[in-house]
Nanobody, 125 residues
Framework: QVQLVESGGGLVQAGGSLRLSCAASGIIGRINTMGWFRQAPGKEREFVGAVSRSGGSTVYADSVKGRFTITRDNARVMMYLQMNNLKPEDTAIYYC??????????????????WGQGTQVTVSS
């Protein structure tokens, strides 16, 4: 079993930045990919982005490409989501997830092995 815990959410003005963190623990030997999803009120869960085990491959949703960056620190089993130039439409609960591959992250429904509890990001205008 893998456990994931997000942190770093908060309230920020449009144009500002936040960095979210995801800490993983437990049995993670076969989980190669870590990524982020988000869910806004009244909307379905949305894929944000993911990073491969090595950190050499990343995939982002078009809505965040160029503004958000995902990195990972394998030694610390941590993943980060750097969010710049935030917009009010970025307001959502952000969830950390783990899966065997990026393809597993982007299928509908996603074939994930673990979810975090979520952290709220609110962007005011």
């Amino acid at each position: 079993q893998v456990q994931l815990v997000e942190s770093g959410g908060g309230l920020v003005q449009a144009g500002g930045s936040l960095r979210l963190s995801c800490a993983a623990s437990g049995i993670i030997g076969r989980i190669n990919t870590m990524g982020w999803f988000r869910q806004a009120p009244g909307k379905e869960r949305e894929f944000v982005g993911a990073v491969s085990r090595s950190g050499g491959s990343t995939v982002y949703a078009d809505s965040v490409k160029g503004r958000f960056t995902i990195t990972r620190d394998n030694a610390r089993v941590m993943m980060y989501l750097q969010m710049n130039n935030l917009k009010p439409e970025d307001t959502a609960i952000y969830y950390c997830a783990a899966a065997a591959s990026i393809a597993h992250m982007t299928t509908i429904p996603p074939r994930t092995n673990a979810w975090g509890q979520g952290t709220q990001v609110t962007v005011s205008s």
